[in-house]
């Protein structure tokens, strides 16, 4: 082989090839390289497959569920309810995806608006907000379980009098709130009323109505 006008011998020319495709800077991928790298993925697959199931022992030991589908049993206006779902799923999304339990509605999806609240053992939170493995064990209250069309509570009636609706989707948050307010504050005042409602947002701006049918509902 002939470089830059002198003759390079068989041996020297294997030797200038080899030091090229195996340096560093080479542009292209040595077979001494792509060995290497199958060497140490076959190593790392190997060691990874050793552990998966050292991990998974321990997360059973320690109690630990997840990152996949577990069992999980809520107890939705009365009712056992079974379901699977992954750790980080909310209550919200349990209720209306697994469960079909539409009433509470998403719309913000971050604690603000209260269009999602329902009631845990009798107060009222955000569904969005928590995850369903933490209402294990809780009474767990959604506007369906308030009322019926046919037999209303007391709020459910006086929203219907009151016009207090408009597109609906922040109406069960309301209902549900108003509802575990007007439990505890029987005598409450127009202030104390908006103040206590303070956590659920309406687009449509029918605070007026509301407020009439939760001091309605109260008395």
Do not use: W
């Amino acid at each position: 082989m002939v470089i830059d006008g002198h003759q390079e011998s068989p041996a020297q020319t294997k030797g200038n090839m080899s030091s090229r495709t195996d340096s560093p800077g080479s542009s292209g991928v040595s077979r001494r390289g792509f060995l290497k790298g199958i060497g140490v993925s076959t190593a790392a697959t190997g060691l990874l497959t050793a552990v998966k199931p050292i991990a998974e022992a321990a997360q059973n030991q320690s109690g630990l569920v997840g990152p996949g589908e577990f069992p999980l049993t809520l107890q939705v206006n009365g009712q056992p309810r079974a379901l699977k779902v992954e750790p980080r799923v909310t209550l919200l999304d349990a209720l209306r995806n697994r469960l079909d339990v539409t009433g509470p509605k998403k719309v913000c999806d971050r604690g603000t608006c209260g269009a999602c609240t329902v009631l845990l053992d009798g107060k009222p939170v955000y569904a969005c907000s928590m995850l369903a493995v933490e209402a294990q064990g809780r009474a767990i209250t959604t506007v369906e379980g308030l009322g019926t069309p046919e037999k209303m509570n007391a709020v459910q009636a006086a929203f219907v009098q009151h016009d207090a609706q408009q597109c609906g989707f922040c109406t069960p948050g309301f209902v549900t709130a108003a509802t575990a307010f007007v439990r505890n504050n029987p005598n409450a005042s127009v202030d104390q009323i908006c103040a206590g409602l303070g956590g659920n947002l309406c687009r449509c701006g029918t605070y007026a109505g509301m407020l009439l049918a939760v001091a309605g509902a109260a008395k």
